[in-house]
């Protein structure tokens, strides 16, 4: 009797025990992944593997680890760099509350729930500084296997799985394999690194990296090749594309690395010896439109991205365009730190009912950007949990291509850097580009509507400006501003438009004060040629 009540007892305190302290499951590293040489990281006394991520040179970097957890967790991490002591800990976003606890060379912390990090050691939290993410997933739901009915291993095909051979033929046999099958499948590649050029998808496919896979994209142009496309229509180039395609997407828990910079990157490829590699003033140009991008979405429906990180897209990384019902959850997209055009999210064309959740973007160029002109319409637009860690802007807009846009909702959203420009940059007419010698931008966008546009629960810290909206003659209306907390600027922000209905302030506080009235966002540097409202 008294052995059966301690059991129980023991069966108690285990389960306590483990719900106080939380699970914790590191992702493995690729074969042949560089370990970083600044950090090392244990969570709950369980190594976690750093990788080494040089940004544009081996002074610079933003190396990264990741792990999913459930409960509270306890993170350490050793600072290595110089064999100094940690003295600043600076964790992003502001908002998370995260406070650690430093000793010597070593921090730690807790984490009460998935987090994706940005860490500065000894260093300004600005977007120049080195540092590390850290991403914390949530464990896996309803992860395929081996073995599970329409899951098909890519070893099956006999493909090379150390990354020597290109082997983008076998994998487009495979992906149109699985979705001949009756109701489609997953093609499944496990831990391995696996060489490819562009990646065709076809409906009702899943292509699952495994934790411990990387697919990795080839570093010659020549083996990015564009699906046929109708007369008129620009070739899409892209490592993976997805054309006219239903109920499709990526997932795992694995990396999919593109090498885009600098090999494929246009600053880098050979002059074509026609002189029109660069302008009178010594600026890259792209006039053979070589730029690869990331993951193309065109003329989708139901098409899904999942758990992966991707790294290094050589130009924009996700664009979706003429597409419906696109969604990406506990993505984590590391580009380079001195590459332009890596935008994270390009929305175009005649798109609708996209979600971008529980995710994260470093990019140098901008993290979401619209254009399209005034034929195409983007509408339900929800960005939810999202840690935005970029140089130039967070959501874009303008540019002499701004489309329609109705219903967007930026929701738990923080803005850990935007340092070049501002976290909301809309930009309908040239008048910010004058005097800035950025002819791209000398364009107005006419003849467009910007409609509902809601920021709820979000953060705005010190690296960069905060909101610039130039609506020029376009109705800008329903704007809110609510539940969202300011820090300091580095640079003013400015309202204007001729058409621009009020902008609604709704429990805004601003330098740590709730902001009531005008005189209050003139002193936080907002230039103000529209109507403003409060409601505390």
């Known amino acids: 009797m008294i052995s059966r009540w301690l059991r129980g007892l023991f069966a108690c305190v285990t389960l306590l025990s483990t719900a106080a302290f939380g699970s914790v499951v590191p992702t493995p590293a690729y074969p042949g992944a560089a370990a970083s040489l600044a950090y090392k990281v244990m969570v709950n006394g369980q190594p976690v593997f750093v990788h080494r991520f040089p940004t544009f040179n081996q002074?610079?970097?933003?190396?990264?680890?990741?792990?999913a957890m459930t409960g509270v967790v306890h993170v350490t991490i050793t600072s290595v760099v110089n064999d100094r002591n940690v003295i600043t800990c600076s964790i992003r976003p502001l908002a998370y509350g995260i406070h650690p606890q430093i000793s010597g060379n070593t921090v730690s912390f807790d984490l009460d729930q998935p987090r994706y990090l940005v860490l500065f050691f000894n260093e300004e939290p600005t977007f120049q500084s080195p540092g590390l993410l850290l991403f914390a997933d949530p464990l896996e739901k309803r992860a395929p296997k081996l073995g599970d009915p329409n899951v098909v291993n890519i070893l099956d095909y006999k493909v090379d799985s150390t990354g020597k051979t290109l082997e983008t033929a076998k994998i487009n046999q495979a992906i149109s394999?699985?979705?001949?099958?009756?109701?489609?499948?997953?093609?499944?590649?496990?831990?391995?690194?696996?060489?490819?050029?562009?990646?065709?998808?076809?409906?009702?496919?899943?292509?699952?990296?495994?934790a411990g896979a990387l697919l990795q994209g080839s570093r010659k142009s020549a083996d990015y090749t564009s699906p046929p496309m109708q007369?008129?229509?620009?070739p899409l180039l892209a490592l993976v594309v997805f054309n006219n395609v239903e109920n499709a997407g990526l997932a795992g828990r694995g990396a999919i690395d593109m090498q885009g910079y600098p090999w494929l990157w246009h600053d880098f490829q050979p002059d074509t010896g026609d002189g029109q590699a660069r302008s009178e003033e010594g600026l890259v140009n792209d006039p053979h439109r070589t730029g690869i991008k990331g993951y193309i979405v065109n003329k989708c429906r139901n098409i899904n991205?999942?758990?992966?990180?991707?790294?290094?897209?050589?130009?924009?990384?996700?664009t979706v365009s003429d597409s419906e019902n696109f969604s990406a959850k506990n993505i984590k997209i590391v580009n380079r730190k001195q590459q332009y055009h890596d935008d994270a999210f390009d929305l175009t064309g005649n798109s609708r009912h996209i979600l971008?959740?529980?995710s994260f973007a470093m990019t140098m160029d901008d993290t979401f950007a619209f254009y399209g002109?005034?034929?195409?319409?983007?509408?339900?637009?929800?960005?939810?949990?999202f840690v935005n860690y970029g140089y130039t802007s967070a959501l874009a807009i303008g540019y002499g291509g701004a489309p329609n846009i109705r219903h967007l909702?930026?929701?738990?959203?923080?803005?850990?850097?935007?340092?070049?420009?501002?976290?909301?940059?809309?930009?309908?007419?040239?008048?910010?580009?004058?005097?800035?010698?950025?002819?791209?931008?000398?364009?107005?966008?006419d003849d467009i509507f910007l409609d509902d546009f809601k920021f709820v629960n979000s953060t705005f810290e010190n690296g960069g400006g905060h909101v610039y909206i130039d609506g020029g003659k376009a109705p800008l209306t329903n704007f809110i501003f609510e539940n969202c907390t300011f820090g300091k600027p580095t640079r003013p922000g400015e309202l204007m438009g001729t058409n621009v209905a009020p902008i609604l302030f709704k429990n805004v506080m601003m330098n740590q004060e709730v902001v009531r009235n005008v005189d209050q966002l003139e002193r936080d540097g907002y230039e103000l040629h529209v109507t403003v409202?409060?409601?505390?």
């Open 59 to 67: 002074f610079q970097w933003m190396d990264y680890g990741s792990f």
């Open 177 to 210: 394999d699985v979705s001949a099958l009756s109701g489609g499948g997953v093609l499944f590649f496990p831990p391995g690194v696996y060489l490819t050029g562009t990646l065709l998808m076809k409906s009702n496919v899943t292509l699952y990296v495994d």
């Open 231 to 234: 007369a008129g229509e620009r």
């Open 305 to 318: 991205f999942e758990g992966l990180l991707l790294l290094r897209s050589a130009y924009w990384t996700v």
């Open 356 to 358: 971008v959740q529980d």
């Open 373 to 385: 002109g005034p034929r195409a319409t983007v509408e339900d637009v929800v960005v939810k949990g």
């Open 409 to 445: 909702r930026f929701d738990d959203v923080h803005f850990v850097s935007n340092q070049n420009k501002f976290a909301i940059w809309i930009q309908l007419t040239p008048a910010y580009f004058v005097g800035k010698g950025y002819t791209a931008g000398a364009r107005s966008s």
């Open 533 to 536: 409202q409060f409601e505390p």
